[in-house]
Nanobody, 124 residues
């Protein structure tokens, strides 16, 4: 079982940056992803990265502004968020999908392990 802990959330002005980190008990055999959930909305895909880090996928709403990366030796995944907008305000979750199940997907039900989430608030 993988335990995930997100850090790095906070309050930032529009146009600012934040870097989220996800510390895990072991990620080398998992596709890793970030999702977010705003109040009253469904959880939505943000970004994902393959086990090797060679392939990434981004939601259209964050493409070009966010960057996902991973350090397998440190069991850590990052989400660098630049040019933040008020609509980026949400709780951000780290998720893990065993590679035996396949590669990157955007459906949150395909991810087996989840962190507790970290709040990101972007003021206008």
């Amino acid at each position: 079982q993988v335990q995930l802990v997100e850090t790095g959330g906070g309050l930032v002005q529009a146009g600012g940056s934040l870097r989220l980190s996800c510390a895990a008990s072991g990620i080398s055999n998992y596709v890793m992803a970030w999702f977010r959930q705003a109040p009253g909305k469904e959880r939505e895909f943000v970004a994902a990265i393959t086990r090797s880090g060679g392939t990434t996928d981004y939601a259209d709403s964050v493409n070009g502004r966010f960057t996902i990366s991973r350090e397998n030796a440190k069991n850590t995944v990052h989400l660098q968020m630049n040019s933040l907008k008020p609509e980026d305000t949400a709780v951000y979750y780290c998720a893990a999908r065993p590679v035996v199940y396949g590669t990157i997907v955007r459906n949150p039900t395909e991810y087996r392990y989840w962190g507790q989430g970290t709040q990101v608030t972007v003021s206008s």
